[in-house]
């Protein structure tokens, strides 16, 4: 008897399963949104940026048009001062170096643990009488190690800021992340944990003055009687967009939950297997991660890749596998980072998505034990 080759196809993302599984809801919370004619900064996005200041435990949020965005208006939003540098991890998107050059300052990359975060003892020799402050990544919706940041911040006279465009939901030591930093920037992009049909971000901060500065920032540096009174941008988030994140933020702990659940399989499926390494820890009790992504350090990771793309399974190694202190950018020195190499040697994003099931999992898992036995 001839075998039957059996292939599913996986994919990493699947954008239009995110507004087709709910359709008929989105559709009218969004003709309910168009019917008050309020398109621009109206009733709905205070109505979501209430909701994310009682989800997140903290004062102030705004809405904005991107993580890039809140995180450019934050850095502006905070008094300056001769120190002209901020150190970021190697292991984010171009986003956080992107925000920290356009507000006017020098970035200073920083190496990373194996877990991807920002490395604390390797970052103090980064510290300087130049250094503004330390802009945290929670990437992959694992937390930073905030104890260490906190300390440090001390220490030195440093700010925390975070980036948190991966981290919605996450915590660390029960305070929800972008909450902990002096401002976090939160995105939107339609694969977050919380996302919208569009670019979309927020800035929040406990931090009355930052608000402030902020909320004229985002609108062209007007005040609330529209008269101009600092540089600015555009940078609001729409109506509609709110309207479809107030109905996604009823079901955000649902997401996560479904999230953590199948990153325990995979952990399961895979955690007798030598040749890969985890970048969380099973069971934290430190942290809630929230899976943005589900990435593990695998050997012959660009085969097992192609071997899993043949088996219908889509695959990702973030930034194209070249790391913040290998951009060739203008003005921008690269620099080796010990770690970071051997971390962008090995990386692999799994898929985990919300309409992925736990029977792809053991597909993607059998497969993966295969490509090693082989
Ligand atoms: C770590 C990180 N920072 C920042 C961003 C930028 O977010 P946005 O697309 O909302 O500007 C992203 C987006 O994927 C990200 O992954």
């Known amino acids: 008897m001839v075998g039957v080759l059996y292939i599913m196809k996986i994919s990493f993302y699947n954008y239009k399963s995110l507004y087709v599984n709910n359709q008929k809801s989105y559709l009218r919370k969004i003709d309910k949104n168009l019917m008050t004619g309020e398109f621009i900064l109206g009733k709905e996005l205070e109505k979501f940026e209430e909701k994310i200041c009682k989800y997140l435990d903290v004062k102030y949020c705004l809405g904005t048009s991107s993580a890039t965005s809140a995180m450019e208006i934050g850095l502006a939003s905070i008094p300056k001062n001769n120190k002209t540098e901020i150190i970021l991890p190697s292991h984010t998107f171009v986003a956080t170096i992107d925000a920290i050059y356009n507000a006017g300052f020098k970035p200073i990359v920083a190496d990373i643990d194996n877990s991807g975060m920002i490395n604390c003892e390797k970052l103090i020799n980064l510290i300087s009488n130049r250094t503004f402050g330390i802009l945290a990544v929670n990437i992959n919706g694992n937390s930073c190690n905030y104890d260490n940041l906190k300390l440090i911040s001390k220490k030195y006279n440093v700010h925390i800021f975070e980036d948190n465009a ?129 990435e593990i350090l695998v050997k012959k990771r660009n085969k097992l890749k192609n071997f899993l793309q043949d088996n219908g399974i889509e695959t990702l190694i973030q930034w194209k596998s070249v790391p913040i202190n290998k951009l060739k ?36 898992c059998k497969k993966i034990n295969l490509f090693y036995t082989k």
């Open 329 to 364: 950018l203008p003005k921008f020195k690269n620099s080796v980072l010990k770690i970071t190499s051997n971390y962008f040697k090995y990386c692999l994003c799994l898929p985990i998505n919300n309409s992925l099931t736990e029977k792809e999992i053991h597909y993607i």
């Open 166 to 294: 991966q981290g919605f939901g996450t915590k660390y030591n029960n305070n929800f992340t972008g909450g902990i930093g002096i401002f976090g920037a939160l995105s939107f992009y339609p694969t977050k944990i919380l996302g919208c049909f569009g670019d979309g971000g927020a800035i929040v901060t406990n931090n009355y003055n930052i608000y402030t500065n902020a909320k004229k920032i985002r609108n062209h540096g007007r005040n609330i009687k529209g008269h101009v009174d600092q540089w600015g941008t555009n940078s609001r988030l729409d109506n509609v967009q709110a309207a479809i994140l107030n109905y996604n933020l009823t079901k955000v702990e649902e997401t996560i939950k479904k999230r953590i659940t199948l990153a325990k399989l995979y952990f399961e499926l895979l955690r007798n297997n030598k040749n890969i390494k985890f970048t969380h820890v099973a069971n934290n009790s430190v942290i809630r991660h929230t899976f943005q992504n589900f």
